[in-house]
């Protein structure tokens, strides 16, 4: 992690992911560096960096201030495509956004800005140096919004 300049904490299952950064130790490291310098979360990884402990093992990162519902569309057959919304700091354009078993960004802290939307729901929002999606950026081809955390967060 100290070669890192920044880090991408992935998609998967946030209790797995929690209790692993636990047992391994990493939990104060990660902390540690999301005070300094840039975290991007794709969904399980949201639940991670968030502040809502709700069926999780222990309590996520709290790194950005986002209220948030696991499994917030289903179960696993209810994981879809749909088209979203961006407006990455006045860039407006749309997003392929897969959702997988995703969650829910329930309510947003004062230094928490949304940047993309699905109807009425947040599925991207960042503070200073954390930015977060309810979905899946990396399984599409459109790289736009891992430019914009290269570009934009340090
Ligand atoms: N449902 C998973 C969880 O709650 C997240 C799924 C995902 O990362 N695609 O941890």
């Given at each position: 992690m100290q070669k890192c300049d920044k880090l991408i904490i992935p998609g998967g299952e946030?209790?797995?992911?929690?209790?692993?950064i636990d047992k391994l130790g990493l939990r104060e490291a990660l902390i540690e560096f999301g005070k300094s310098k840039a975290i991007m979360g794709t969904c399980?990884?949201?639940?991670?960096?968030?502040?809502?402990?709700?069926?999780?093992?222990?309590?996520?990162?709290?790194?950005?201030?986002?209220?948030?519902?696991r499994n917030?569309?289903?179960?696993?057959?209810d994981s879809f495509i749909d088209t979203i919304q961006l407006?990455?700091?006045?860039?407006?354009?749309?997003?392929?956004?897969?959702?997988?078993?995703?969650p829910k960004?329930?309510?947003?802290?004062?230094?928490?800005?949304?940047?993309?939307?699905?109807?009425?729901d947040?599925?991207?929002?960042a503070n200073e140096r954390i930015l977060v999606a309810t979905f899946h950026p990396e399984l599409t081809d459109n790289p736009v919004i891992h430019r914009f955390f290269i570009d934009h967060f340090a």
């Open positions: 946030s209790t797995t992911q929690l209790l692993l399980a990884g949201l639940i991670i960096l968030g502040n809502t402990r709700e069926h999780l093992p222990s309590d996520p990162l709290g790194l950005i201030d986002i209220k948030v519902k917030a569309y289903g179960r696993q057959v407006d990455l700091n006045g860039m407006s354009a749309e997003f392929e956004g897969v959702f997988i078993r995703a960004i329930m309510d947003l802290g004062k230094d928490v800005k949304p940047l993309g939307y699905l109807g009425k947040i599925v991207l929002a």
